[in-house]
């Protein structure tokens, strides 16, 4: 069964960095479109960051932009190197990935991907 699972998670201070990684189970996925999305406590599920690795072409909101850095190897591996923490960015974070894609597309919303991780959890106290 295809599987992605995050890690890197933790509790930080206000202005400090962590370092998310999600590991997929399948070799497939380095061909996959993936994205980064965050969950806060009663909010919906927004997007992060995007990347292709065929292209290199990446996408962030506007909220993490400058930032906030996603990549990926050449393995089955998506990061997302995360500075200048702020509180609101205190939230679930998932990794999600989709098969079929257009090169010249962004995608943004929870339904235009396939696979989901489970989460980690980040937290930044101010």
């Known amino acids: 069964q295809v599987q992605l699972v995050e890690s890197g998670g933790g509790s930080v201070q206000a202005g400090g960095s962590l370092r998310l990684s999600c590991a997929a189970s399948?070799?497939?996925?380095?061909?996959?479109?993936m994205a980064w999305f965050r969950q806060a406590p009663g909010k919906e599920r927004e997007f992060v960051a995007s990347?292709?690795?065929?292209?290199?072409?990446t996408h962030y909101a506007d909220s993490v932009k400058g930032r906030f850095t996603i990549s990926r190897d050449n393995a089955e591996n998506t990061y997302l190197q995360m500075s200048s923490l702020k509180p609101e960015d205190t939230a679930l974070y998932y990794c999600?990935?989709?098969?079929?894609?257009?090169?010249?597309?962004?995608?943004?919303?929870?339904?235009?991907?396939?696979?989901w991780g489970r989460g980690t959890q980040v937290t930044v106290s101010s």
């Open positions: 999600a990935a989709k098969p079929v894609y257009s090169i010249n597309r962004v995608y943004t919303g929870v339904s235009d991907y396939n696979y």
């Open positions: 399948e070799r497939t996925f380095r061909t996959y479109y």
């Open positions: 990347s292709t690795l065929n292209n290199g072409r």
